[in-house]
């Protein structure tokens, strides 16, 4: 049986500042997972990361951008992206996104969740844990 009770009709956003940007979360944190618009300013650029739980798949919707990403070999290598394809990065996979110009791409993920290691940060910020991610979200 359908429980009604948990429809909703309502829009839903949240934006999350970044110092690179920020994010506007598109779908409740309660789901099985995520989708958010990731504004990328031009020259910023995200840290170089490592997902110990989390898929990430990016779009980018206008503006340039690129990726440097690990790749089989274990090398960094930059990808420009194209618009109208679809990247995927994989759980153990290094990579950070940055600007070319002002930039929005749209990522779909796992929920956030496991531990986000922070390899290089232009900002010096800490790994990301799910107690860092809910201080920086404003929730605790």
Known sequence: MIDRSKFTNAAYVKRVEKPWGYELHWVPEDRPYLGKIEHV???ARMSLQIH??????WFLMNGQAKIIWENSEGELI??????GKGYNGEIGQKHRLS???DC????VSTPEMGTTERLEDDYSRPDETPEVRKKERGEI
Request: without cysteine; charged residues 35%; glycine residues 10%.
């Open 41 to 43: 300013n031009a020259g």
């Open 52 to 57: 110990d739980q989390k898929l990430e798949s």
């Open 104 to 107: 929005d791409i749209i990522e």
């Open 99 to 101: 600007g070319i110009t």
């Open 78 to 83: 930059e990808t420009e992206m194209e618009p």
